[in-house]
């Protein structure tokens, strides 16, 4: 975990999930629009941007895999990850426990500037029930999941 001496370093993470994964798209632009002007809005250094298409709910989408690639170097390269929503790192629960477990790891702290959610070091069963709740929410989810 780095110091507090400096301004907030931030990566920003855009996906959009039906789109060619060839180009630029329209959604995955809008939403890092929107983070560009959050980050400003905080006087956050955007230090990194990355965006998937495409790639459904794989692990191995480029975007993400740059995300956790500069969230684990020895310091990490930056200190808060934004998202527009939580769904765009992942609608499997066990996936994006997975990527809380990383970042928190590193002490990036998440924030979903469309929802009232941002996790940090305590944050897995968090995020666990705000994910379902979101899913819920979608009606993608079933109690069970």
């Not at 990527?99 to 941002?118: C, N, Q, Y």
Request: proline fraction near 5%; hydrophobic fraction near 35%; aromatic fraction near 4%.
């Amino acid at each position: 975990m780095r110091s507090t001496i400096g301004p907030t370093r931030a990566f920003l993470y855009a996906r959009s999930n039906g789109e060619s994964q060839k180009a630029p798209t329209p959604i995955a632009d809008e939403q890092l629009l929107r983070l560009r002007e959050h980050a400003e809005d905080r006087s956050y250094v955007v230090v990194g941007e990355a965006r998937d298409a495409a790639h459904g709910n794989s692990s191995s989408r480029p975007g993400l895999n740059a995300v956790i690639g500069s969230a684990t170097c020895s310091p990490p390269d930056f200190d808060v990850l934004l998202v527009t929503d939580l769904m765009r790192l992942s609608r499997d629960v066990r996936l994006l426990g997975a990527i809380a477990r990383r970042l928190t790891s590193a002490g990036i702290r998440a924030v979903a500037i469309d929802g009232p959610f941002e996790w940090r070091e305590d944050g897995e069963q968090i995020l666990r029930t705000a994910v379902l709740n979101r899913l819920r929410e979608m009606g993608g989810c079933d109690e069970g999941d």
